[in-house]
């Protein structure tokens, strides 16, 4: 039966969406734009774990896989930004060449800079960062949707 996997991969989603709402609302860390992100595909899996539940399609589970795939593509993303292996969004990421900037320019910038940026890591466990976890516990997730998807009504 797919419920159970559908239900797995569902909780799943809603176990990492309410984490990262507790980080941000009890833990205090502010989330970047690129973490705010990698929010909607956990959503999305909810919504999709709940019609698969009333409403068996084959093409859900496999929506709710493909939606994983897109969670861990962010998260991957955004583990390559916060090591430096590649630049980010301008909306997050500092910029290191100042040299043709004037003292006005330099201070403007610093003023409307984001609070919280994308290339900065604020939590680690196990040497892991918020979106590398992210990006590692979304490719489980697709691998239970996919598991879901294959297996009989």
């Known amino acids: 039966m797919t419920k159970p996997l559908v239900l ?26 690129l973490c705010l992100l990698q929010r909607w595909p956990h959503g999305i899996a909810i919504a999709l774990a709940l ?15 493909l939606t ?3 969670s861990t593509g962010f998260g991957l993303y955004h583990t390559g930004v916060e090591q430096k292996w590649w630049q980010g969004p301008s909306e997050c990421t500092s910029s290191t060449d100042i ?11 610093i003023m409307s ?15 892991l960062s918020m979106a590398s976890w992210n990006a ?16 009989k009504a």
């Open 8 to 33: 797995l991969a569902g909780t799943g989603s809603a176990a990492l969406l309410l984490g990262a709402l507790g980080f941000q609302y009890i833990g205090g860390y502010r989330p970047c734009e």
């Open 99 to 109: 040299t043709h900037q004037s003292a006005q320019q330099l201070l403007d910038q």
């Open 68 to 70: 994983m795939a897109v």
């Open 136 to 151: 590692i516990l979304s490719l489980l997730l697709a691998l239970v949707w996919v598991a879901a998807a294959r297996r």
């Open 113 to 127: 800079a984001p609070i919280t940026r994308c290339d900065e890591v604020q939590w680690t466990f196990l040497h």
């Open 51 to 65: 019609v698969a539940l009333y409403l068996p399609f084959r093409l859900v589970p496999a929506l709710g896989a």
